[in-house]
């Protein structure tokens, strides 16, 4: 081969990887950044700070450590995970959802921080993710095995669907797409929208508001958009859309999601501005020291279940995805023994499994103690 052929080959090699990668990253499950109206709206916001969502105090993603982001994502891939992933398949009840009556509320896990709930006859969904991976490779994130009983066809109409943010395991396109048929209305924070936007859903559907606003669906029905301490982006760009939390009122219940994040101060300001939860869904996974003021470690989860003033605590952020460096029985081993004699009552449904909303002196089984 002479030099100019050699030289074109490798041009044409280049070409070929930047135009795949190209391709790929144009995806539509990549999402686009906000832009008009939208972004008008969100350089508005006392939350967009120098071309960014920021947190109510600053943080910084990785602390505690003198490793650069680059080799912290190096020593990740190359870490033991004899124990990172349950060796059988996750134990499960699949509860036909189309069969819950009415009059019930009721809440029910699917894994990760994917949620059904039931409040006062309205079907909420949070944060859906179904599909296999929870990121944009095949390769990277994937699911415990039994993790995933739930399809889009499990589904009866859903009057909500909520989303606390927009990274990956929160936000997947794939099941999004596949309960669009179902959908009635969508909340999300500022920013978000864009996503559903460039998906083709019905914009009048969409309620996306910042921090602290009250979503009216009903006389006896209202969502709240709440802070979090988080962060978010799908790709290269930092923070372009918000993240939050969540409170479900309805006459008779009040529900917290604290969706993604670290410890502050909001959990106690949320707890004073509602006066305590029936239950609170709490973060409580895939934690590090290195990270943990944009995630709760165990012993910061059980303080914000008592800021909130949750009577009743479900986790999230377990038992799918292994997206830290514990093993995957540890965040339900250390809440279970940090929530002992507690005013809450620590409840451990497994996937699927009924949880009823408020009712006290459910008995669940430490599931995960029978699995390796």
């Not at 009415?102 to 029910?108: A, P, Q, R």
């Amino acid at each position: 081969m002479n030099r100019r052929s050699f030289i074109l080959g490798g041009l044409s090699a280049l070409g070929l990887t930047f135009g795949g990668g190209a391709y790929f990253i144009n995806q539509p499950k990549f999402g686009r950044l906000p832009s008009g109206d939208r972004l008008t709206r969100i350089q508005n916001s006392p939350h967009y700070i120098n071309g960014q969502f920021q947190c109510l105090e600053p943080v910084e993603v990785m602390t505690n450590s003198d490793e650069n982001r680059i080799m912290a994502t190096v020593k990740f891939f190359m870490r033991d995970t004899s124990n990172l992933f349950p060796k059988q398949e996750l134990l499960s009840i699949k509860t036909n959802l189309k069969d819950i009556p009415s009059n019930e509320d009721v809440l029910i896990w699917m894994g990760h921080s994917t949620f059904y709930l039931q409040m006062s006859g309205r079907k909420i969904l949070i944060d859906p993710v179904f599909s296999s991976y929870g990121s944009p490779i095949f390769f990277i994130n994937k699911a415990f095995p039994g993790s995933n009983i739930y399809t889009a066809e499990d589904f009866p109409e859903i009057d909500v669907l909520a989303i606390t943010h927009d990274h990956w395991d929160h936000l997947d396109y794939a099941s999004v797409m596949a309960l669009k048929p179902k959908i009635k209305d969508i909340i999300c924070p500022l920013g978000v929208g864009e996503y559903f936007e460039q998906w083709g859903f019905d914009l009048n559907k969409l309620h996306e508001e910042d921090w602290n606003s009250e979503i009216k669906l009903a006389d006896d029905f209202k969502i709240y958009i709440l802070p979090s301490q988080h962060f978010s982006g799908r790709f290269l760009t930092t923070n372009p859309t918000e993240w939050c939390s969540f409170a479900f009122i309805t006459s008779k219940l009040k529900v917290f999601c604290s969706g993604d994040g670290g410890y502050s101060k909001h959990f106690k300001d949320i707890g004073e501005k509602f006066n305590g939860f029936d239950l609170a869904i709490m973060e409580n996974g895939q934690y590090n020291e290195r990270w943990h003021k944009i995630h709760l470690l165990p012993e910061e989860t059980v303080q914000a279940t008592i800021d909130v003033g949750a009577k009743q605590l479900v986790t999230s952020h377990n038992g799918k995805f292994a997206l830290a460096l514990h093993d995957w029985k540890e965040p339900f081993e250390m809440i279970t023994k940090l929530s002992q004699n507690k005013f809450y009552e620590r409840l451990t449904p497994m996937i699927g499994e009924k949880v009823y909303i408020g009712k006290s002196g459910q008995k669940f089984k430490n599931w995960w103690t029978e699995m390796e």
